[in-house]
């Protein structure tokens, strides 16, 4: 089965509009001099703020843009909450969804996250789904039924066509902004339990269709070696992806 990979920049809340636009402007320069290999996708989710401002500037340049979150809610009295329609009304394509600063912070779970998707898919956008074990978690030996436990829950009741409009991330938790990247092996063998799962709540073919990306310091230097293991579809990058010869490094390493 051979599928593209995906090359994702998370930029969290980082950059105002002209840093933003400077930083897109190098980007789809640099794409345009040397393109990516013809398999390799290009993703960036800026702050939602700036989104539209970056759409209109930068759209058919070679990158797809989405959102880092969206309310589970059609609409409604909500302060300051986005909902998924919203996001795809200025043309966005996909959506981050159940980044494991929201479930710290904003304490999602999957049950919350799960509506979440199903308010993304409803409106036509890619979800991206989040998922990974923290370091005590994973210390005490509980980082697959940890990571089995959320896809289960999160990805449970979407039909074959709906998983075929959904990417799921594996973030662990303690390899996020630390520097320290899961080993390949460690990635690889939690990507293979992530599709074994798929197999088993859905089937062969959504398993072997998911695009599963790591997420986790994920820098030039890494991203090549993550990237060829037989499970890893790419990755999302959250501080490599704010300067763009960094991005651009992991993106050739694709
Ligand atoms: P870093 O690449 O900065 O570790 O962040 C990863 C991440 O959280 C992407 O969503």
């Known amino acids: 089965m051979s599928r593209k990979k995906i090359v994702a920049g998370n930029w969290k809340m980082y950059k105002t509009l002209p840093e933003a636009m400077e930083t897109i402007g190098t980007l789809t320069h640099a794409l345009a001099v040397q393109s990516p290999k013809e398999n390799v996708e290009v993703w960036i989710a800026p702050p939602s ?3 539209p401002m970056i759409i ?3 759209h058919n340049r070679g990158i797809s843009f989405g959102a880092q979150n969206c309310s589970e809610h059609k609409e409604g009295a909500y302060t300051g909450e986005i909902s998924a329609a919203m996001i795809k009304s200025v043309e966005a394509q996909f959506v981050i969804l159940g980044h494991s600063e929201r479930r710290a912070y904003h304490h999602e779970n999957d049950t919350l996250i799960h509506k979440k998707i199903r308010a993304a898919l409803s409106n036509q956008l ?3 789904y989040c998922c990974g074990e923290t370091l005590d978690q994973r210390n005490a030996g ?3 039924d940890i990571v089995r436990k959320q896809v289960t ?3 449970s009741g979407f039909n074959a066509d709906e998983m075929s409009n959904i990417v799921i991330a594996y973030e662990p938790v303690w390899a996020i902004g630390t520097g320290v990247t899961a080993s390949p092996e460690q990635a690889q063998e939690m990507h293979a339990l992530i599709r074994e799962t798929l197999r088993q709540l859905f089937d062969g073919k959504v398993a072997d269709q998911m695009h599963i990306l790591y997420g986790g310091s994920v820098k030039p230097g890494n991203a ?3 990237f060829s293991q037989p499970d890893i579809d790419g990755g ?3 501080g490599a992806s704010l300067v763009a010869s960094d991005f651009t490094g992991i993106i050739y390493a694709a």
């Open 142 to 144: 509980q980082h697959f």
């Open 153 to 155: 829950e999160a990805l």
């Open 49 to 51: 703020v700036i989104l």
């Open 126 to 128: 890619i979800a991206i």
């Open 224 to 226: 090549a070696e993550l």
């Open 236 to 238: 999302l990058v959250g």
């Open 56 to 58: 209109h500037n930068y």
